[in-house]
């Protein structure tokens, strides 16, 4: 039987999009086909994603657009290797048919989506889905969607996800958004804008209009808000913006820098550090009574404080021990640890959603590194390095990263994966710095 599925709206102009129907369920165990996403140098999994059908039976051009979109979903991952469909026999392959999957196997592929989009009699888009086990010649899963037309692209995020569920045993990271500081204008005069688009680069949005400079943008975990620091004039701010309705809250007005301010798991909190003289100190304050407390005590500069998944500890970056190195403490302050231990300078550290690596930047002869280290500073890794890399944030799922490099020209948004293996530029208008990752938005 088919299982109603309402997926929550995340944008006022969202309008009623749900998933309608689940149909098959898995195949068989001897059947099942998995991506094995635990190793290094991954094999991409080949996949045969026609072109979905539109309303005549055939593939017209917002069916093209939304299987276009979950195939470079799949693709960008670097898990999935969509084949070229110049190559199929079957040109279009209509959801609520079963594949004629002797035409398939001699491709090699050993998965098969086919879909469909059609328009409702009310102006809502109808999309459906179904993934095929190819040598098997079962339904691993489907599902149904109704939607605004205008929400087509998240549609194709939402299908995307789910093939990448089924297929790997964890949550997808596409129907997700990235935040970020646009940079536009001569290298000594940059207009630095906050903006926030899809994971892909798609649907850019303006969030402030560039009068005063912006930094590190960080996103809720429990809500589709955003805080980030704000210089104007000579004074620094702290702000809450909730994308959904533009509204924008000062948390505080603060006479020395305000460092890196990131929510605590439960949104309730941001912890950000306050420059005192020649020092910096880490500072937590509770969102709902703006009660602010101090949690560390020390002559040196204690700064960009991560708070573990389970919200019990605090990662962040001090100078304590004569050089830049990574610091462990529990989330009331008190009794940190240095868990960095190999050469070069680190910080900006972020701790994995999945709690098992923490994230950070490294300099050591000339370069600056991305990588991650285990909790307890073993098992430290290097996914890339180059002449300026910075600023690292997670995708929902722990598995990959998006991060900016500056070569000399101006900054620029890339992401890579944890097995460091798949790295990619992801596009922007212009120069882009300072990206974070949001939740899940269904």
């Not at 996403?37 to 979905?52: C, E, S, V």
């Not at 050591?364 to 890339?384: A, C, N």
């Amino acid at each position: 039987m088919a299982s109603a599925v309402r997926l929550a709206a995340c944008l006022r102009s969202l309008l009623a999009l749900a998933a309608l129907a689940v149909f098959a369920a898995a195949a068989p165990a001897a059947a099942q086909l998995r991506v094995d996403i635990t190793r290094g140098n991954i094999q991409p999994l080949p996949i045969a994603i026609p072109p979905f059908v539109g309303a005549s039976g055939a593939a017209d051009q917002l069916s093209q657009n939304v299987s276009g979109v979950v195939t470079a979903d799949l693709k960008r991952s670097g898990l999935f290797a969509p084949l070229d469909p110049a190559g199929f026999v079957d040109k279009v392959v209509p959801p609520s048919a079963t594949p004629n999957f002797v035409n398939w196997r001699p491709l090699n592929a050993q998965a098969l989506v086919s879909g469909s989009v059609t328009t409702m009699p009310d102006g809502r888009l109808m999309a459906e889905y179904r993934l095929w086990d190819i040598f098997s010649g079962q339904q691993l899963t489907g599902q149904q969607f109704f939607a605004n037309p205008a929400n087509w692209r998240r549609i194709a995020h939402i299908i995307a996800d789910s093939i990448y569920e089924r297929l790997t045993g964890e949550k997808g990271y596409f129907d997700t958004r990235i935040a970020f500081v646009d940079e536009t204008g001569p290298k000594s005069q940059r207009v630095k804008r906050l903006a926030i688009m899809d994971q892909d680069g798609a649907n850019v949005r303006y969030l402030t209009d560039g009068r005063d400079l912006v930094l590190t943008p960080r996103f809720s975990p429990s809500r589709q808000e955003i805080t980030y620091a704000s210089l104007s004039g000579q004074q620094w701010h702290v702000y809450l913006l909730n994308i959904e309705s533009g509204q924008r809250e000062l948390i505080g007005n603060f006479p020395n820098m305000a460092f890196s301010p990131r929510f605590s798991p439960d949104g309730q909190q941001i912890v950000f550090s306050l420059q005192q003289g020649g020092n910096a100190n880490i500072y937590r304050m509770d969102l709902r009574t703006r009660q602010l407390t101090r949690l560390t005590e020390s002559p040196s500069i204690d700064t960009a404080p991560s708070f573990s998944p389970d919200g019990s500890r605090i990662v962040f970056e001090s100078d304590r021990g004569g050089q830049q190195q990574l610091y462990i403490m529990g989330a009331a302050g008190g009794g940190a640890q240095r868990i960095s231990f190999g050469s070069g300078r680190y910080g900006t550290p972020v701790w994995s959603p999945r709690g098992d690596v923490i994230a950070f930047t490294k300099q050591e002869g000339g370069q600056f590194k991305i990588g991650v280290m285990r909790p307890d500073g073993s098992g430290e890794r290097v996914l890339t390095e180059g002449y300026h890399n910075e600023g690292p944030t997670w995708a929902p799922n722990g598995r990959v990263l998006m991060f900016f490099r500056d070569e000399g020209a101006g900054p620029q948004i890339w992401s890579v994966d944890l097995t460091g293996y798949n790295e990619q530029r992801v596009p922007t208008p212009s120069f882009a710095s300072d990206p974070a990752w949001s939740p899940l938005l269904n």
